[in-house]
């Protein structure tokens, strides 16, 4: 039986198999396959077109949207999805798993330290997410008017889009941490102010007006372990 996970059992009690990911190219399962290999996770990937509405995405998702994660939990196939929903779980489950191993491989930080570090992460993870809504609304203008000024509601996505970063960009200009420094760890904040990044579509003007955003996704983009995902996912789709 297949049902959604709002994870309320606490991660410490779960014996879960290996993760399986569907995703697709340019989508948020950039993030969560980001995650699911800086914390050293188990996975499979099933590549699927939503365009196409198979079966195999169907039955995980009735949205026929990616990313979707599925796992067997105490004998149960659990599904998750919405990519800040898998994200969350995985760094929840590592952090779980790091802290009963007293292990001290890769964690994802700003998860498990202090609460006004996990604030701040988390903040600036759903104020990035805000923009991948902006994304869809450039490029399916159709989907969001009644109306024939599909030009005028690309143009708004943009200005809506702008405005969020230029509050990222102070955010992360406020932190006691240099956010550009070579090697520092890598949070989901990082994950999510990369893609998100990378699918504005005037990507000069970011650079311009928002420089420190700008230089968290090349950051993410040359980090060691997320190039080659970076890559296969097409996230320079608007630098092509």
Not at 161 to 183: F, H, R, Y
Request: hydrophobic share 40%.
């Amino acid at each position: 039986v297949c049902r959604l996970s709002v994870f309320t059992t606490s991660p410490h009690s779960l014996q879960m198999s290996s993760y399986k990911l569907f995703w697709r190219k340019c989508s948020g399962a950039f993030a969560v396959e980001s995650t699911l290999r800086l914390t050293n996770t188990p996975f499979t990937r099933v590549k699927v077109n939503p365009a196409k509405r198979e079966d195999a995405l169907l039955r995980v998702n009735p949205m026929c949207q990616v990313p979707v994660l599925e796992f067997t939990s105490n004998n149960q196939t659990t599904v998750i999805t919405e990519a800040s929903a898998c994200a969350l779980h995985l760094a929840e489950c590592q952090a779980a798993k790091t802290a009963l191993d007293n292990d001290e491989q890769l964690v994802l930080p700003s998860i498990h330290e202090q609460p006004c570090d996990r604030a701040m992460c988390l903040r600036l993870m759903m104020l990035a997410n805000t923009n991948y809504e902006a994304c869809n609304q450039f490029n399916h203008p159709e989907r969001y008017t009644t109306g024939r000024d599909l030009e005028g509601v690309k143009q708004a996505s943009l200005q809506r889009a702008m405005a969020t970063w230029k509050i990222v960009e102070k955010l992360v200009q406020s932190v006691d941490v240099n956010v550009l420094l070579p090697g520092r760890a890598v949070t989901l904040a990082d994950l999510w102010i990369a893609m998100t990044a990378a699918w504005y579509p005037e990507q000069q003007v970011l650079e311009a007006e928002c420089p420190t955003v700008y230089g968290i996704k090349n950051f993410v983009k040359n980090h060691a372990v997320l190039q080659p995902v970076w890559k296969a996912y097409g996230m320079d789709y608007y630098l092509q």
